[in-house]
Structure formats: C-alpha cells, structure tokens
C-alpha cells in the first residue's frame, strides 16, 4: 500500500517569514495529492490539493509542488501569519484508492 | 449547506466497555470514512462505507467495527475498551467517487480510564 513520509514534524518561524513542509510517497500510481490544516481544537480542513498532471498550484500566499519523478511534494507558505499557526497533513491517493494515505503531521507555530 | 456532525462530542468510558459514535454527512455525500487521531499518529484510517457497503478497511483490530445506513448516516462502535484506545475519532465524508476533497467532522473525544 501507499506510505507518506513526512517532515519535518515541528517547524517554527518567525511571521513573515516562509515555511516549506516536504512529503514523499511510495506508490508511483498516486495521483492525487491534497494538503489538510487542522488548527487547535478544531477539523481538519483541505486549503490545496494538486494532481499529477500539474507541477504547481498556488493560491494567494500558498503554493504546493510536486515532483513525479522523485515521488514528492511540498507546501510552501509565504509570509506567514500567526494564524497559520496549525498542524498540516499531506496525502497521497491513486485512482484505485478512494482513500487517501495521510502523513504523521507538521506543527507550524508562527511567531508574532 | 450543513456540515458534517459528530456525536457525542466527548465520551468518557472505562476498560472493558463498548462504544458507539455516531456520524451524519452532508447532504448528498455517500462515502463515510472514520480516523483515529493521537498525539504524534496523525490521521490513523479506520474504514470507510459507501452505500451501505464497507469499502475500505484499515489496519485495526475487530473490536474496531462500524456500518452506514441507507441515509448515508454511518456509527462506529468500539468494544471491550482499552486505554489505548483513547483518542480523538474524526470522520470525513465525500460523494465517494476517489481522489476528492474530504469534509471532516469535529470529532469524539474518547477518554478511556
């Protein structure tokens, strides 16, 4: 089956500066990669997902890569605000699956 | 639209009981997925229902076991607790169809003492 790695499990930054949190996969029929914020006490919730047909996807100060080749992804948030403070989930799913394989988490605390 | 409800949201038990937590999805969404979720873990997959039919299952032992009725409402019922088994349980639905967004629910806190 599918297994995600990823890293790192804490990242802390000062605001305004930028986070990067990595994901690597091991199914190579994965296509379908989604990234989940779960702030404190509350759900999760998806802020992007990309699919393996597009290298890139960005939304305001969020941007999501993705490598085929070297089977992994990466979020990448600009200019960050203690409201991004939260744990972040990547996840991998193929078409065969229909649910997608979760990685262990990132703890982001932004500093003010 | 209303969202994904869970209930109970906190659930205090003792070794040895049973459990049952209940899960309504949105409105149209057919696919009911249930996680474990520990500190460090992540999002542990339990199983998933579609139509009625359990779909996917996860790694879990049998005391760990769930079903979805026709309105798409699914339960997740836990027996002969252990302590290990305390965790916040989250489920997700979606309109079923493979690689889409997941709708997450606030989740039940277990505590088992």
């Known amino acids: 089956g599918e297994n995600v790695e990823q890293h790192p499990s804490t990242l802390s930054v000062q605001e305004g500066d930028s986070a990067v949190i990595k994901c690597t996969y091991s199914d190579s029929a994965s296509n379908y990669f989604p990234w989940y914020k779960q702030e404190l006490g509350k759900r999760p919730q998806l802020i992007i997902d990309i699919r393996s047909n597009v290298g890139e996807k960005k939304d305001q100060r969020i941007a999501v890569t993705l490598n085929k080749t070297a089977k992994h992804f990466s979020l990448h948030i600009t200019e960050t605000q203690p409201e991004d403070s939260a744990v972040y989930f990547c996840?991998?799913?193929?078409?065969?699956?229909?649910?997608?394989?979760f990685g262990r988490g990132t703890s982001l605390i932004v500093h003010p | 639209k209303a969202g994904v409800t869970q209930t109970p949201r906190y659930l205090i038990k003792t070794r040895g009981q049973q459990v049952t937590l209940s899960c309504s999805p949105i409105s149209g969404h057919r696919s009911v997925s249930w996680y474990q979720q520990t500190p460090g873990q992540g999002l542990q997959f339990l199983f998933e229902?579609?139509?009625?039919?359990?779909?996917n299952k996860g790694n879990f032992p049998g005391r760990f076991s769930g079903r979805q009725f026709s309105n798409s409402r699914s339960e997740m019922n836990v027996s002969t607790l252990e302590l290990g088994d305390s965790a916040l349980y989250l489920c997700?639905?979606?309109?079923?169809?493979?690689?889409?967004?997941?709708?997450f629910g606030s989740g039940t806190q277990l505590s088992v003492l």
């Open positions: 996840a991998a799913s193929s078409g065969g699956s229909y649910i997608p394989t």
């Open positions: 997700a639905s979606s309109v079923g169809q493979g690689n889409e967004k997941l709708f």
């Open positions: 229902y579609f139509s009625e039919t359990q779909r």
